[in-house]
């Protein structure tokens, strides 16, 4: 059902004419009709008084009869009729029906019926002094008004209201393309858009080559440079040898029909015997030359592809904290090998195939148009034009059902990737079935797609097909006319027969090739799209390095927000000393770790600032503050890799010794040295082939072995058992020791030591002072120091259950 939203869209006002680079649709189409309807009705009626007063009836037998005159009624019905089947058709189709609509039908509709009412009445009357031939002036002006209206819509051609400018075909071919416009060109399209991308992959073109054109020409490598424009060179010769590959064949027939010499004979066959050497099997695809430019081309392939995926990993490794919290590993991963593996494909196929082949035919065009005759040109331009028209019609009718079924593919990797990295919690919930139900679902419907791609890919090639023999039917027959004629020789049919298909071969890959370049640009768009996430932190311009002299670090008024309208941290304000240890302790919620993540700078605060030795850390370069930065996490995630490996981590050129002490400062040396392996052990992937305690210690010695200057513990030891956590409290004090250090801490015992504790609730800071000062006060963390050493107790029992006591005697 069509609902009434309104006169105008969107709560506009239809005083408001200028919007977005454009007109706005409802002042728009509610002026022109409102002022062709005026202009017709005053001056048409205008016109009719004078035509009654002072004309008369022309005889029927005298009333000229005129195929322009017919054609001008029946376009004018047509462009009065046509709103109103926009109508209809929009009452069909979900969506708004505004009041502008109605109205232009309706005005539009009248006004072209009054247009036919004064053809009607200057083809059947006439004026008893009128000696004139032709239109009266009110028509002439109504038809120009209706025309400047049209063109008038042109200073419109950028506005993203109008249906040229919209990004979803089902709009355009809805009711804006129908009904909302009146005459010949201005449709306007309406509804909300689509939740499906129809777009042309062709969409930004310059800008999606801006982006490749770097990387075929390699910059500052002058060998790779030479070898781009060499085989450049290669290619023109290509072009060259498929000219004179078929004139030396013809020649060979009119030299043997015509009985030549033998030298002559043999020289003109060795001559095609060569070029066809050069050439290669007919379509150019693997003569020498095609063979050794695509030889020389490797290394540029290689450099392509090399650079793209190291700009785009580093762009991902530069993206915000929110980003890579937010994304889907296997989506991006799959994006990503797609997108790379595409880019070689999309250069080859435009510079060494698109290009070729749109040549060639230029070129054959011009050699039978100059060298037989104007017909054969004609026959072969037609039967181009057909097939690329039809070749590139089709193929972007099928972008929607290849961007569909990249979407499937994708959330079908997807989700094995998830499950597979969760097959703990899957087999936790004996939910094997569960999941490869969801998977088989996710390939059911990549499969569907799948189809669709593969039926309208047979239609395509089967509309290529007609194409070429039709036209290959045609100039056959033309020649062979042209030989029984004697106006050629036989050698011209053999040359215009070896001609055409030596260019329908390359022509009948032409679709093929564009097809490729839409999927290359289809597999693309998701790498364009991570290639343009901006990243939320971004060095300052001019940026300096971090210059850390003693390690004081203030937070100052600081606000921050995750997302609009809950606000985590409020107004928090402290000072650490330098040397000093700060704890952080609070309820789960409270913006503990947000703090850290702050200082580590994975966000940029909403308001206030935070320093460190009195600078402001947003105004230095991210990789010098990290540098002097030490962060033990509280959820330790580990390479694929040696426990060596991965305590080196924290500095790459450290040596086996350095790991080894880092090792045993974290106290986990001699548990290394009791696996088969030792320090060469595989973790495993994310480490699961380590306990949670064991992460945690090889996490901490990589801090160690980092050497920081200012150390964050984001609840380092909360994965311990009680002795191992005093043991890792014991070597934290030491490398801790006159190092600036926060905190985050939820047992309040291993805390008790730190020069100050804040205690923060609902994002802001309720309580501050040592562990004497806030237990003396009774407040918010006296409070939850008595529950958890209640509950310590509590345990205690449960572990060690009451004995009765021992009688013992006094001295």
Not at 173 to 180: D, E, L, T
Not at 307 to 323: D, E, T
């Amino acid at each position: 059902m069509v609902l009434m939203g309104g006169y105008c869209e969107g709560n506009s006002s239809v005083a408001q004419a200028w919007v977005q680079r454009g007109f706005q649709p409802c002042f728009f189409f509610t002026l022109v009709p409102a002022v062709l309807l005026s202009v017709c009705l005053l001056l048409g009626a205008l016109q009719y008084a004078c035509y009654v007063r002072f004309g008369r009836a022309m005889e029927p037998k005298y009333i000229p009869r005129s195929r322009l005159y017919h054609g001008q009624v029946l376009l004018s019905l047509l462009l009065a009729l046509q709103p109103l089947g926009g109508l209809l058709w929009q009452v069909g189709r979900p969506g708004r029906l505004y009041g502008y609509m109605l109205l232009h039908a309706c005005l539009w509709a009248l006004s072209w019926g009054c247009a036919v009412a004064l053809l009607q009445l200057e083809h059947t009357r006439v004026l008893a002094h009128d000696r004139t031939r032709g239109h009266g002036t009110v028509l002439l002006l109504f038809w120009a008004l209706a025309f400047a209206a049209e063109n008038l819509t042109l200073v419109c051609w950028r506005s993203p209201l109008w249906w040229w400018a919209l990004e979803d075909t089902n709009q355009k071919v809805g009711w804006g393309a129908v009904g909302r416009g009146g005459g010949w060109g201005s449709r306007l399209a309406g509804g909300a858009a689509a939740s499906r991308r129809t777009t042309s992959t062709w969409k930004d073109f310059r800008r999606k080559l801006r982006l490749l054109v770097p990387y075929m020409w390699p910059r500052g490598n002058h060998l790779l440079q030479g070898l781009v424009l060499f085989c450049m060179a290669l290619m023109g010769l290509e072009r060259a040898i498929n000219v004179f590959v078929p004139i030396y064949y013809k020649n060979i027939v009119n030299e043997l029909t015509e009985g030549a010499p033998w030298h002559t004979l043999a020289w003109t066959v060795c001559i095609y015997v060569g070029l066809k050497f050069l050439q290669g099997g007919g379509a150019g695809s693997t003569g020498f030359v095609s063979n050794l430019r695509t030889f020389l081309w490797v290394w540029v392939q290689q450099f392509t592809n090399r650079q793209v995926q190291v700009q785009l990993f580093a762009h991902l490794h530069g993206l915000s904290l929110r980003w890579h919290l937010g994304r889907r590993t296997g989506e991006v991963l799959r994006s990503v090998d797609r997108g790379t593996s595409s880019i070689n494909s999309l250069l080859s196929y435009i510079v060494f195939s698109i290009i070729p082949t749109i040549a060639d035919i230029v070129i054959g065009i011009v050699y039978f148009t100059s060298v037989f005759s104007a017909w054969f040109g004609l026959i072969i331009f037609v039967c181009m034009s057909l097939y690329l028209t039809l070749t590139i019609f089709i193929t972007e009718w099928r972008t929607k059902y290849r961007r569909d079924m990249n979407t499937r593919d994708n959330e079908a990797k997807s989700r094995a990737v998830d499950s597979l990295l969760n097959f703990e919690t899957v087999k936790y919930y004996n939910a094997e079935s569960y999941e490869v139900n969801r998977f088989n679902d996710a390939i059911i419907k990549y499969q569907v797609s799948e189809w669709k791609v593969s039926a309208s890919l047979g239609l395509l090639n089967q509309t290529q097909n007609l194409v070429i023999g039709l036209g290959l039917l045609a100039g056959s027959l033309l020649c062979a006319y042209f030989v029984t004629e004697n106006k050629l020789q036989v050698g011209d049919f053999v040359l215009f027969g070896t001609y055409i298909i030596q260019l329908y071969t390359p022509l009948n890959w032409f679709g093929t090739y564009y097809r490729m370049i839409q999927n290359s640009f289809v597999d693309m768009e998701n790498m364009f799209e991570l290639f343009h996430e901006e990243q939320e932190v971004k060095d300052a311009v001019n940026a300096g390095d971090l210059r850390l002299e003693a390690g004081r670090i203030e937070f100052e008024n600081v606000h921050f927000s995750y997302m609009d309208g809950k606000e985590i941290l409020q107004d928090v304000s402290f000072s650490v000393m330098p040397g000093q240890t700060l704890a952080l302790v609070g309820p789960s919620g409270s913006g503990k770790s947000t703090i850290i993540r702050l200082l580590f700078r994975f966000y940029d605060v909403w308001g206030g600032c935070i320093r460190i030795d009195g600078q402001d850390i947003s105004q230095v370069r991210q990789a010098s503050l990290r540098a002097h930065i030490g962060v033990v996490p509280q959820d330790t995630v580990l390479f694929n890799d040696t426990i060596a490996n991965n305590i080196r981590y924290g500095r790459i050129l450290a040596t086996d010794q350095e790991v080894q002490e880092a090792a045993r400062a974290a106290d986990i040396h001699d548990r290394i040295l009791s696996f088969p392996d030792g320090y060469n052990t595989q973790v495993g992937e994310r480490g699961l082939k380590l306990s949670g305690g064991e992460k945690q210690r090889v996490a901490i010695a990589r801090t160690i072995l980092k050497g920081p200057c200012i150390i964050l513990l984001d609840e380092a030891t909360s994965a311990l058992d009680t002795e191992t956590e005093r043991n890792i409290q014991a070597s934290l004090a030491k490398v801790c020791a006159h190092r600036t250090t926060i905190v985050v801490a939820h047992r309040l015992s291993t805390v008790v030591g730190a020069d100050q504790i804040l205690v923060l609730k609902d994002g802001r800071i309720v309580e501050r002072g040592r562990h004497e000062e806030l237990l003396q006060k009774g407040g918010v963390y006296a409070s939850m120091w008595l529950q958890q050493q209640a509950g310590d107790e509590g345990e205690s029992k449960e572990r060690c259950p009451e004995k009765p006591p021992s009688s013992k005697k006094g001295p």
